[in-house]
């Protein structure tokens, strides 16, 4: 019962950008996956959710192979990616918006529809309106509920934090930890490294494609160096290509 | 109905009143009732062949010029099963048959090959095919004189003083229905909900698990379906002639344009004025002539106005 | 020395261009000498379409535009040929120019939409141009040598004048090859100047490029008159050759294949257009002298497409001559900056001025008179999520015009300048998304910025060396925009923004995207920026640490309202400033 | 790619002949010398040119040639040399055209060309034919390039006589006073062949007009309201078969059929035409006829089926073009069989000796063809006035030559050659 990763490589246009990752994601758990900008963080989620094709290794959910299956069969198998900068379909209400996400379980639909609204009232208050027209915070909630809508077993969430106002931030890290508690597993990219680390179990550091580092979210935290070499190396030069 | 969609209006029924008034002026209203009627009556062939390039391109992204060969050779089906002295109704199902098979090819086999390439790319390859069908329809049917005709040909209702064919009607009822139906299947059905969001935003929707494929293959039956029925009118029409048929698609494309690309009534009100302004510009001495340049100037016009006011895209080519 | 650095630039021959020389050379020297008639006027032909073909490949490599009426443009160009030809008896080389200029002023006129649409609407646009050309062409058909202004005569039509020189036709291909040649050079040429460098940012982006200094419509305009230009000779070439055209050439279904083809063959490639004639026009003769039926010619052409645009995206030529293909590598003058710090006094003290800024995008309310007089060197300005930061960034750069209120900086109103010619007067910004041309070297993309200045060249150069030296981007100097990693590109950015003479400088979020050092290393860039060029830097960012620490003003705006204003440190100690900017429930 | 360009096809396509004909088609066919041996000697390089894509097929008369020559060369060819006849095809496309004269002109070096048939080709080729001095002996022709210029001679008329005829007869039998002429708007097709029969009308007191259609046009609607407006009585179909089963289809649908004369020049002599067009038209459609229509048995019609069904293939088209196509190869091998074997591979000598041709007859042509040395050939502009009913052509005229002052100087000419 995971999600495991093994020796996943993903080229994008040619060149690869993300090599030999391997990791698993146990539910209930929470996995930061850190690194500088360009380190092949998203490419490895859009890698994980069938969005990129892998050009090597294997992405299994509780034992079913998911490697190179399109996003929709990757859905349906359990695992859910919100990929980075809050993206919602804009021309379409947030109802709209949900609906389109949730067809994919057309059976329970509409509870889903439900519980998702209970999670985020905001929503629920706006269902008529068009994303397009919803503040950033708010289109990165829309944007947590796609994925919700499909029930998934296993969360995958690009740079949730990115542009946010720290107090909305706050509010998503609080779902997160819901849905940690519900028995999700979920793996954080996140930039700004301490706040990822600090909900976190394990933690993982990507430069260049290749993880830098694998281990407990808490060493890094405390040691700021060892973090600094797994960012950028020895003597910082030209980081992440 | 918001202010801005209020002054199109307006703006639209005066052009067409002084266009009108401009060709018409000091002719009988009878002649002009004549050519007013047959205009509606061609340019209600525009639109058919507009929404049914509208309806693909929403969905899938490719303004797919081979609709009117595909057309052509369900025509051409249709024929030779008449000939054949088939029940007529199977013959126009035939004609449907084929060129949704001949879309669907399309959709499933070559289409998701160029899925990721820019609009115009996925365009102009759909000439290519069209080149295929059309060659392949003019070496299975040599030319020859030739002509289709339905029943409702010889029915007819006098308007304006012209007799309109029920055909003629059925052109104009079904590209209504289209429109409408095709509205509330947007609208109303989880389909055409996932429809929407992919003509939204093509990897998000892929990402949030709508079944791409799947999507694309109905809106492809769909067009296909829409195109076999183009097809058919346009051979009982205006001439059982592959060559015309497949290149009806360019002032299709017109008509198409007068709607964005987007919304299927604007495609059909554009259509519809194409072929009034194209018909009546036979009444004038000087430009009768180049009269069926008519819906490629209007095409170009609606899309800059459109277009004004919006100056400059940040990041990317389009 | 800067003159030998543009020569050097400018006549620089890539291996490719090697490769193009030789198979002209051959196509001159050799092929007339050795084909018969049949071959002599299939490729007199090819040569004529891959002119052509050249001219909608240039504008869809380089600038991203889509023109899909070549072909129409030929048959004008074409019948201004004839028309000129049997109306005065002007020599070939005159008519062929005129003909050139006629249509080059059509394809002028077909810009002005481009100059508004763009992708599949630019190319719809251009399409129906084409289908309207079609039936101008079948309804008027082509001058034959007939009386009045059409000049089509029924019955015999005297034959079309060839140059002296070009009387037989072997003759006459060497003449069309020639005149194919001098196209591809003319094109190439372009490209190296400050329109290439124009057009590469115009594709990347046309906010960029405005903001760049470069004059979008001018430049667009250019491209399109280029190709026009190369149509109209085509068209006169191909007149020459056959004598008498028929607008059975010239429909709009055979502009969609040019462009269709000059894709397949490789549109960035010289070669790319060779092969998309030779797909047009050797082809289906070869097929017709084999006696294969002409409907199956169309189907083995119509698959030969299909194949080609799935198999091989970036064309033929990608795949034949792809590695052969090496950006010119020009080393960069190494400058020291003589005098690092080249500000005015004067300078020290501008003052910008917003004045009850208002702004409304249909029924929202994006900016409400936002007011401020900026006096320090470095302002920050602040707030959450679409507060309308960005907005106020393009109200003054020009992009959006407010519906009331005006901007100036030491009393002179920005107001009336499009964004292009703010740029030229020395206002500078960077884009959330560093905007920087994959297709141009570092110092290119800095280059365009200073492009339309009065400098010398000499001086140019210089100013672009510095100004990389100071942003330590000199060893990178001619590495390709697309080869820089997301902090160089920031750099390089930064380097645009303070060459020249800017006298004001905006940054929209510079930090977003980067670690903890490179904020820091680029904070202190920042800071060093004023000193620099003595301009007034205007900084917009989330990071509060970093506009506490270079920022000594601060303006706090919120849903559109400026909520504070003044000393950083006063304003950021704000509670007001704090549970607006920390959020409160309502901002959400 | 080829829309309707310059597409009139004219000659009278008509079908697969009837019963009648294949019963005599027994007896051996008769080519040239006759003599049953195959001609052994160096063969004369002869061309022919036709146009065949979508959305016309004008291949039919290079057929027939090819089939008359074969059937030559199978019986002592020309003076035994036996004929070599290249075939290229224009596609409709005026680049291959001229093209393909290159190819037969210069690279190959044909003394003549033979059964040409193509609404493109002698627009573009026929300065190529003077500069290079070769004649071609043409059989489907459609513009007046094919009949106003000195190089090239075609055995069929094209539309401007046909329509002539077609004029003359509804005027004479029908009582039109004021024909619509609907053509295509090709300078030197359209108005060209309309205008003569508009002056006819003038010079016969009646009065005419023309309502142009833009081949690129879908519709023909507009064009016969334009005619119906002018207040003509008569409607002359100048076009292609299968525009003016268009036009009709679009009348019957106004049913217009008793108000006005329907009138057409030879493209509607086609068998397949009467069953597109379907009952509503029978016996109110007149159409002109070039050639001699199928029910004319005449011995060269007979041995045209001989030689198509000995020497052509089955698929080959036993129409009217096939049939003009049969005659130019006919009359050609004729005149070359009077020639100096040695003479036949001078271009110059061929061409002076098809330019001497006069007088030659056939039960297929109403006239006498011949060539001569003018700027001009239009040999044959006399035919036959048909009727469709039920399901066919009835002669409702015999042979009549039409009358019009733009045949003055071609009949000026076959005085001069004592042809009248």
Same mark, same amino acid.
């Given at each position: 019962?995971?999600?495991? !990763?093994?020796?996943?490589?993903?080229?994008?246009?040619?060149?690869?950008?993300?090599?030999?990752?391997?990791?698993?994601?146990?539910?209930?758990?929470?996995?930061?996956?850190?690194?500088?900008?360009?380190?092949?963080?998203?490419?490895?989620?859009?890698?994980?959710?069938?969005?990129?094709?892998?050009?090597?290794?294997?992405?299994?959910?509780?034992?079913?192979?998911?490697?190179?299956?399109?996003?929709?069969?990757?859905?349906?198998?359990?695992?859910?990616?919100?990929?980075?900068?809050?993206?919602?379909?804009?021309?379409?209400?947030?109802?709209?918006?949900?609906?389109?996400?949730?067809?994919?379980?057309?059976?329970?639909?509409?509870?889903?529809?439900?519980?998702?609204?209970?999670?985020?009232?905001?929503?629920?208050?706006?269902?008529?309106?068009?994303?397009?027209?919803?503040?950033?915070?708010?289109?990165?909630?829309?944007?947590?509920?796609?994925?919700?809508?499909?029930?998934?077993?296993?969360? !995958?969430?690009?740079?949730?934090?990115?542009?946010?106002?720290?107090?909305?931030?706050?509010?998503?890290?609080?779902?997160?930890?819901?849905?940690?508690?519900?028995?999700?597993?979920?793996?954080?990219?996140?930039?700004?490294?301490?706040?990822?680390?600090?909900?976190?179990?394990?933690?993982?550091?990507?430069?260049?494609?290749?993880?830098?580092?694998?281990?407990?979210?808490?060493?890094?935290?405390?040691?700021?160096?060892?973090?600094?070499?797994?960012?950028?190396?020895?003597?910082?030069?030209?980081?992440?290509? | 109905?918001?202010?801005?969609?209020?002054?199109?209006?307006?703006?639209?029924?005066?052009? /067409?009143?002084?266009?009108?008034?401009?060709?018409? %002026?000091?002719?009988?209203?009878?002649?002009?009732?004549? +050519?007013?009627?047959?205009? *509606?009556?061609?340019?209600? *062939?525009?639109?058919?062949?507009?929404?049914?390039?509208?309806?693909?391109?929403?969905?899938?992204?490719? @303004?797919?010029?081979?609709?009117?060969?595909?057309?052509?050779?369900?025509? /051409?089906?249709?024929?030779?099963?008449?000939?054949?002295?088939?029940?007529?109704?199977?013959?126009?199902?035939?004609?449907?048959?084929?060129?949704?098979?001949?879309? @669907?090819?399309?959709?499933?086999?070559?289409?998701?090959? @160029?899925? %990721?390439?820019?609009?115009?790319?996925?365009?102009?390859?759909?000439?290519?095919?069209?080149?295929?069908?059309?060659? @392949?329809?003019? +070496?299975?049917?040599?030319?020859?004189?030739?002509?289709?005709?339905?029943?409702?040909?010889?029915?007819?209702?006098?308007?304006?003083?012209?007799?309109?064919?029920?055909?003629?009607?059925?052109?104009?009822?079904?590209?209504?229905?289209?429109?409408?139906?095709? %509205?509330?299947?947007?609208?109303?059905?989880?389909?055409?909900?996932?429809?929407?969001?992919?003509?939204?935003?093509?990897? *998000?929707?892929?990402?949030?698990?709508?079944?791409?494929?799947?999507?694309?293959?109905?809106?492809?039956? *769909?067009?296909?379906?829409?195109?076999? +029925?183009?097809?058919?009118?346009?051979?009982?029409?205006?001439?059982?002639?592959?060559?015309?048929?497949? +290149?009806?698609?360019?002032?299709?494309?017109?008509?198409?344009?007068?709607?964005?690309?987007?919304?299927?009534?604007?495609?059909?009100?554009?259509?519809?004025? /194409?072929?009034?302004?194209?018909?009546?510009?036979?009444?004038?001495?000087?430009?009768?002539?180049?009269?069926?340049?008519?819906?490629?100037?209007?095409?170009?016009?609606?899309?800059?106005?459109?277009?004004?006011?919006?100056?400059?895209?940040?990041?990317?080519?389009? | 020395?800067?003159?030998?650095?543009?020569?050097?630039?400018?006549?620089?021959?890539?291996?490719?261009?090697?490769?193009?020389?030789?198979?002209?050379?051959?196509?001159?020297?050799?092929?007339?000498?050795?084909?018969?008639?049949?071959?002599?006027?299939?490729?007199?032909?090819?040569?004529?379409?891959?002119?052509?073909?050249?001219?909608?490949?240039?504008?869809?490599?380089?600038?991203?535009?889509?023109?899909?009426?070549?072909?129409?443009?030929?048959?004008?160009?074409?019948?201004?040929?004839?028309?000129?030809?049997?109306?005065?008896?002007?020599?070939?080389?005159?008519?062929?120019?005129?003909?050139?200029?006629?249509?080059?002023?059509?394809?002028?006129?077909?810009?002005?939409?481009?100059?508004?649409?763009?992708?599949?609407?630019?190319?719809?646009?251009?399409?129906?141009?084409?289908?309207?050309?079609?039936?101008?062409?079948?309804?008027?058909?082509?001058?034959?040598?007939?009386?009045?202004?059409?000049?089509?005569?029924?019955?015999?039509?005297?034959?079309?004048?060839? &140059?002296?020189?070009?009387?037989?036709?072997?003759?006459?291909?060497?003449?069309?090859?020639?005149?194919?040649?001098?196209?591809?050079?003319?094109?190439?040429?372009?490209?190296?100047?400050? &329109?290439?460098?124009?057009?590469?940012?115009?594709?990347?982006?046309?906010?960029?490029?405005?903001?760049?200094?470069?004059?979008?419509?001018?430049?667009?305009?250019?491209?399109?008159?280029?190709?026009?230009?190369?149509?109209?000779?085509?068209?006169?070439?191909?007149?020459?050759?056959?004598?008498?055209?028929?607008?059975?050439?010239?429909?709009?279904?055979?502009?969609?294949?040019?462009?269709?083809?000059?894709?397949?063959?490789?549109?960035?490639?010289?070669?790319?257009?060779?092969?998309?004639?030779?797909?047009?026009?050797?082809?289906?003769?070869?097929?017709?002298?084999?006696?294969?039926?002409?409907?199956?010619?169309?189907?083995?052409?119509?698959?030969?497409?299909?194949?080609?645009?799935?198999?091989?995206?970036?064309?033929?030529?990608?795949?034949?001559?792809?590695?052969?293909?090496?950006?010119?590598?020009?080393?960069?003058?190494?400058?020291?900056?003589?005098?690092?710090?080249?500000?005015?006094?004067?300078?020290?003290?501008?003052?910008?001025?917003?004045?009850?800024?208002?702004?409304?995008?249909?029924?929202?309310?994006?900016?409400?008179?936002?007011?401020?007089?900026?006096?320090?060197?470095?302002?920050?300005?602040?707030?959450?999520?679409?507060?309308?930061?960005?907005?106020?960034?393009?109200?003054?750069?020009?992009?959006?015009?407010?519906?009331?209120?005006?901007?100036?900086?030491?009393?002179?109103?920005?107001?009336?300048?499009?964004?292009?010619?703010?740029?030229?007067?020395?206002?500078?910004?960077?884009?959330?998304?560093?905007?920087?041309?994959?297709?141009?070297?570092?110092?290119?993309?800095?280059?365009?910025?200073?492009?339309?200045?009065?400098?010398?060249?000499?001086?140019?150069?210089?100013?672009?060396?510095?100004?990389?030296?100071?942003?330590?981007?000199?060893?990178?100097?001619?590495?390709?925009?697309?080869?820089?990693?997301?902090?160089?590109?920031?750099?390089?950015?930064?380097?645009?923004?303070?060459?020249?003479?800017?006298?004001?400088?905006?940054?929209?979020?510079?930090?977003?995207?980067?670690?903890?050092?490179?904020?820091?290393?680029?904070?202190?860039?920042?800071?060093?920026?004023?000193?620099?060029?003595?301009?007034?830097?205007?900084?917009?960012?989330?990071?509060?640490?970093?506009?506490?620490?270079?920022?000594?003003?601060?303006?706090?705006?919120?849903?559109?309202?400026?909520?504070?204003?003044?000393?950083?440190?006063?304003?950021?100690?704000?509670?007001?400033?704090?549970?607006?900017?920390?959020?409160?429930?309502?901002?959400? | 790619?080829? $829309?309707?360009?310059?597409?009139?096809?004219?000659?009278?396509?008509?079908?697969?002949?009837?019963?009648?004909?294949?019963?005599?088609?027994?007896?051996? #066919?008769?080519?040239?010398? =006759?003599?049953?041996?195959?001609?052994?000697?160096?063969?004369?390089?002869?061309?022919?040119?036709?146009?065949?894509?979508?959305?016309?097929?004008?291949?039919?008369?290079?057929?027939?040639?090819?089939?008359?020559?074969?059937?030559?060369?199978?019986?002592?060819?020309?003076?035994?040399?036996?004929?070599?006849?290249?075939?290229?095809?224009?596609?409709? =496309?005026?680049?291959?055209?001229?093209?393909?004269?290159?190819?037969?002109?210069?690279?190959?070096?044909?003394?003549?060309?033979?059964?040409?048939?193509?609404?493109?080709?002698?627009?573009?080729?026929?300065?190529?034919?003077?500069?290079?001095?070769?004649?071609?002996?043409?059989?489907?022709?459609?513009?007046?390039?094919?009949?106003?210029? #000195?190089?090239?001679?075609?055995?069929?008329?094209?539309?401007?006589?046909?329509?002539?005829?077609?004029?003359?007869?509804?005027?004479?039998?029908?009582?039109?006073?004021?024909?619509?002429?609907?053509?295509?708007?090709?300078?030197?097709?359209?108005?060209?062949?309309?205008?003569?029969?508009?002056?006819?009308?003038?010079?016969?007191?009646?009065?005419?007009?023309?309502?142009?259609?833009?081949?690129?046009?879908?519709?023909?609607?507009?064009?016969?309201?334009?005619?119906?407006?002018?207040?003509?009585?008569?409607?002359?179909?100048?076009?292609?078969?299968?525009?003016?089963?268009?036009?009709? $289809?679009?009348?019957?649908?106004?049913?217009?059929?008793?108000?006005?004369?329907?009138?057409?020049?030879?493209?509607?002599?086609?068998?397949?035409?009467?069953?597109?067009?379907?009952?509503?038209?029978?016996?109110?459609?007149?159409?002109?006829?070039?050639?001699?229509?199928?029910?004319?048995?005449?011995?060269?019609?007979?041995?045209?089926? $001989?030689?198509?069904?000995?020497?052509?293939?089955?698929?080959?088209?036993?129409?009217?073009?096939?049939?003009?196509?049969?005659?130019?190869?006919?009359?050609?091998?004729?005149?070359?069989?009077?020639?100096? #074997?040695?003479?036949?591979?001078?271009?110059?000598?061929?061409?002076?000796?098809?330019?001497?041709?006069?007088?030659?007859?056939?039960?297929?042509?109403?006239?006498?063809?011949?060539?001569?040395?003018? $700027?001009?050939?239009?040999?044959?502009?006399?035919?036959?006035?048909?009727?469709?009913? =039920?399901?066919?052509?009835?002669?409702?005229?015999?042979?009549?030559?039409?009358?019009?002052?733009?045949?003055?100087?071609?009949?000026?000419?076959?005085?001069?050659?004592?042809?009248?």
């Amino acid at each position: 019962m995971s999600l495991e !990763i093994t020796d996943l490589s993903v080229k994008s246009d040619g060149k690869e950008v993300v090599s030999n990752i391997t990791f698993t994601v146990n539910p209930g758990q929470i996995i930061a996956i850190l690194g500088s900008n360009g380190a092949g963080k998203s490419e490895l989620v859009l890698g994980i959710a069938g969005m990129l094709s892998a050009s090597g290794g294997r992405v299994t959910v509780d034992g079913t192979d998911i490697t190179g299956k399109s996003p929709d069969i990757v859905r349906v198998a359990g695992v859910a990616a919100v990929p980075e900068g809050h993206k919602v379909l804009t021309q379409l209400t947030v109802d709209e918006n949900l609906r389109a996400a949730g067809s994919l379980r057309w059976s329970d639909l509409e509870a889903n529809l439900l519980k998702t609204y209970k999670r985020f009232p905001e929503l629920a208050a706006r269902k008529s309106q068009l994303a397009g027209t919803l503040s950033g915070g708010q289109q990165q909630m829309v944007a947590l509920a796609h994925a919700l809508m499909s029930a998934p077993e296993y969360l !995958i969430i690009d740079e949730m934090s990115l542009g946010l106002a720290p107090l909305i931030v706050k509010r998503l890290f609080g779902v997160v930890r819901e849905l940690q508690n519900q028995g999700v597993g979920i793996v954080l990219i996140e930039q700004f490294t301490d706040l990822a680390l600090s909900v976190a179990d394990q933690a993982i550091v990507l430069r260049g494609g290749q993880s830098q580092y694998i281990g407990s979210a808490s060493a890094l935290l405390s040691d700021p160096n060892l973090l600094d070499e797994a960012y950028f190396g020895a003597g910082h030069q030209r980081a992440a290509l | 109905m918001t202010r801005g969609s209020i002054i199109n209006l307006a703006l639209y029924v005066c052009a /067409m009143t002084v266009i009108v008034l401009l060709l018409g %002026w000091g002719k009988p209203s009878k002649v002009l009732g004549l +050519f007013f009627v047959s205009g *509606l009556a061609v340019g209600s *062939l525009y639109a058919l062949g507009g929404i049914g390039l509208v309806v693909l391109y929403r969905a899938t992204g490719v @303004l797919n010029l081979a609709n009117g060969a595909a057309g052509a050779a369900g025509a /051409m089906t249709a024929w030779q099963m008449a000939q054949w002295n088939i029940w007529a109704p199977f013959t126009w199902l035939s004609c449907i048959l084929v060129t949704l098979v001949i879309s @669907l090819a399309y959709g499933r086999f070559i289409a998701p090959r @160029l899925a %990721w390439r820019e609009p115009v790319v996925k365009a102009v390859s759909t000439l290519g095919f069209a080149l295929i069908i059309l060659g @392949l329809v003019s +070496f299975i049917w040599a030319d020859d004189p030739r002509s289709l005709s339905l029943p409702t040909d010889k029915i007819g209702v006098r308007i304006l003083g012209l007799r309109v064919t029920v055909t003629r009607l059925i052109v104009i009822g079904t590209s209504v229905t289209f429109v409408v139906g095709i %509205w509330a299947y947007l609208k109303y059905t989880a389909v055409g909900l996932q429809m929407r969001s992919l003509a939204n935003d093509r990897n *998000l929707s892929a990402l949030i698990g709508i079944p791409i494929l799947r999507v694309e293959t109905i809106a492809w039956v *769909l067009s296909g379906v829409i195109a076999g +029925f183009t097809g058919l009118m346009f051979g009982d029409l205006i001439r059982l002639e592959p060559t015309v048929i497949t +290149f009806m698609v360019i002032p299709s494309i017109a008509a198409a344009i007068c709607g964005r690309l987007e919304h299927l009534s604007l495609v059909l009100v554009g259509g519809l004025s /194409m072929g009034v302004i194209e018909s009546l510009l036979t009444l004038s001495p000087l430009l009768k002539g180049v009269r069926p340049v008519a819906p490629f100037v209007i095409a170009a016009l609606v899309l800059l106005y459109y277009q004004r006011g919006n100056r400059l895209t940040f990041g990317g080519g389009n | 020395m800067g003159v030998i650095e543009v020569n050097a630039r400018l006549f620089h021959v890539t291996p490719s261009g090697v490769a193009g020389l030789i198979f002209a050379a051959f196509a001159f020297f050799i092929v007339p000498a050795i084909v018969g008639s049949l071959w002599l006027s299939v490729f007199t032909s090819t040569a004529c379409f891959t002119l052509a073909a050249a001219g909608v490949a240039f504008m869809y490599a380089r600038l991203g535009m889509v023109s899909l009426t070549q072909v129409g443009l030929m048959g004008v160009g074409g019948w201004v040929m004839l028309r000129l030809n049997y109306a005065f008896g002007l020599p070939f080389e005159i008519n062929l120019i005129l003909a050139g200029l006629v249509t080059m002023i059509f394809g002028m006129i077909l810009a002005l939409p481009a100059l508004r649409l763009r992708g599949l609407y630019l190319a719809l646009v251009t399409l129906m141009a084409a289908g309207g050309l079609e039936i101008i062409f079948a309804t008027f058909q082509f001058p034959n040598g007939g009386g009045g202004f059409f000049g089509v005569a029924t019955g015999l039509t005297p034959s079309m004048e060839r &140059p002296a020189f070009a009387i037989s036709d072997a003759a006459y291909l060497r003449y069309t090859i020639a005149v194919a040649t001098l196209g591809f050079l003319l094109i190439e040429l372009a490209r190296r100047l400050t &329109p290439g460098r124009a057009w590469a940012m115009i594709r990347r982006s046309e906010a960029a490029a405005m903001s760049a200094g470069v004059n979008v419509t001018r430049y667009k305009t250019i491209a399109f008159a280029l190709s026009g230009l190369l149509a109209g000779l085509a068209g006169a070439l191909l007149a020459g050759s056959l004598g008498l055209l028929d607008g059975g050439t010239f429909r709009a279904s055979e502009s969609v294949m040019i462009f269709a083809l000059a894709v397949v063959g490789g549109a960035r490639y010289w070669l790319g257009a060779v092969i998309a004639a030779a797909l047009f026009r050797i082809m289906p003769a070869v097929l017709n002298n084999w006696g294969v039926d002409a409907d199956l010619s169309y189907v083995i052409f119509g698959a030969g497409l299909l194949h080609a645009v799935i198999t091989a995206p970036d064309g033929i030529a990608s795949q034949l001559l792809g590695k052969l293909v090496k950006r010119i590598k020009v080393t960069a003058p190494k400058i020291v900056a003589t005098s690092p710090s080249k500000a005015n006094p004067d300078a020290l003290h501008s003052t910008v001025v917003v004045d009850a800024i208002t702004v409304q995008f249909g029924g929202v309310l994006a900016l409400e008179a936002i007011s401020a007089h900026l006096t320090h060197p470095i302002s920050g300005i602040i707030g959450p999520n679409g507060a309308g930061k960005t907005t106020l960034m393009n109200v003054i750069s020009g992009f959006v015009k407010p519906n009331s209120g005006n901007i100036s900086v030491d009393g002179f109103d920005l107001g009336p300048l499009s964004p292009h010619q703010r740029s030229q007067w020395g206002l500078r910004r960077s884009f959330q998304k560093e905007e920087i041309s994959e297709d141009l070297s570092v110092t290119e993309n800095v280059r365009v910025q200073i492009d339309t200045s009065q400098m010398s060249d000499a001086n140019k150069q210089t100013e672009v060396a510095r100004a990389l030296a100071f942003v330590g981007m000199s060893e990178n100097a001619d590495v390709l925009g697309s080869e820089l990693n997301t902090f160089e590109r920031r750099l390089t950015d930064i380097a645009k923004c303070i060459v020249g003479t800017p006298k004001l400088i905006m940054f929209d979020e510079p930090a977003g995207g980067l670690s903890v050092q490179e904020t820091q290393t680029l904070g202190d860039l920042i800071l060093g920026i004023h000193s620099y060029t003595g301009a007034h830097v205007l900084l917009i960012d989330h990071d509060v640490d970093l506009i506490a620490r270079i920022c000594s003003e601060t303006l706090v705006i919120d849903f559109g309202r400026s909520i504070a204003f003044g000393s950083s440190k006063d304003v950021l100690r704000d509670p007001a400033v704090k549970a607006a900017y920390l959020g409160t429930e309502e901002t959400l | 790619m080829t $829309k309707l360009n310059k597409f009139n096809k004219l000659a009278i396509v008509a079908g697969i002949s009837f019963a009648g004909l294949v019963s005599q088609a027994f007896a051996d #066919p008769m080519c040239g010398m =006759n003599t049953g041996e195959a001609a052994t000697g160096t063969p004369i390089i002869v061309g022919g040119i036709h146009g065949n894509a979508a959305p016309g097929d004008f291949s039919a008369s290079t057929d027939a040639a090819k089939a008359y020559f074969d059937c030559v060369n199978a019986n002592g060819g020309i003076n035994g040399r036996p004929v070599d006849y290249r075939v290229e095809n224009d596609q409709w =496309n005026p680049e291959l055209a001229a093209q393909a004269a290159a190819k037969l002109v210069d690279d190959a070096g044909a003394v003549a060309l033979v059964g040409n048939g193509s609404f493109m080709e002698m627009a573009v080729n026929a300065q190529t034919y003077v500069d290079k001095g070769i004649m071609v002996m043409a059989s489907a022709c459609a513009i007046s390039e094919c009949f106003e210029t #000195p190089n090239i001679v075609s055995t069929n008329q094209g539309p401007l006589p046909s329509n002539l005829g077609a004029t003359q007869y509804a005027q004479e039998e029908l009582g039109a006073t004021n024909v619509a002429c609907i053509g295509l708007n090709i300078p030197n097709n359209g108005p060209w062949s309309c205008n003569e029969s508009i002056a006819l009308m003038e010079a016969r007191g009646g009065s005419g007009s023309m309502a142009l259609l833009n081949p690129g046009a879908p519709d023909v609607n507009s064009a016969l309201l334009e005619a119906i407006a002018s207040g003509a009585d008569t409607i002359l179909m100048n076009l292609p078969a299968g525009l003016a089963i268009a036009v009709l $289809k679009a009348a019957e649908e106004q049913d217009l059929r008793d108000g006005y004369n329907w009138i057409a020049p030879t493209p509607l002599y086609d068998l397949s035409v009467p069953a597109a067009l379907g009952d509503y038209w029978d016996g109110a459609v007149y159409v002109n006829a070039e050639l001699a229509p199928f029910s004319v048995n005449g011995p060269d019609a007979q041995n045209f089926i $001989k030689v198509m069904d000995a020497y052509a293939h089955d698929d080959d088209p036993r129409d009217t073009f096939a049939q003009s196509g049969f005659l130019s190869a006919t009359y050609f091998v004729k005149r070359m069989m009077e020639m100096d #074997p040695a003479d036949m591979d001078d271009r110059a000598k061929v061409s002076d000796a098809i330019r001497s041709i006069s007088g030659y007859t056939s039960d297929l042509m109403c006239g006498p063809y011949y060539v001569g040395d003018a $700027k001009f050939h239009m040999p044959n502009h006399a035919g036959y006035m048909t009727k469709i009913v =039920n399901g066919g052509y009835e002669i409702v005229r015999e042979c009549y030559e039409f009358d019009s002052a733009y045949f003055a100087p071609h009949i000026a000419i076959e005085k001069e050659l004592g042809l009248r």
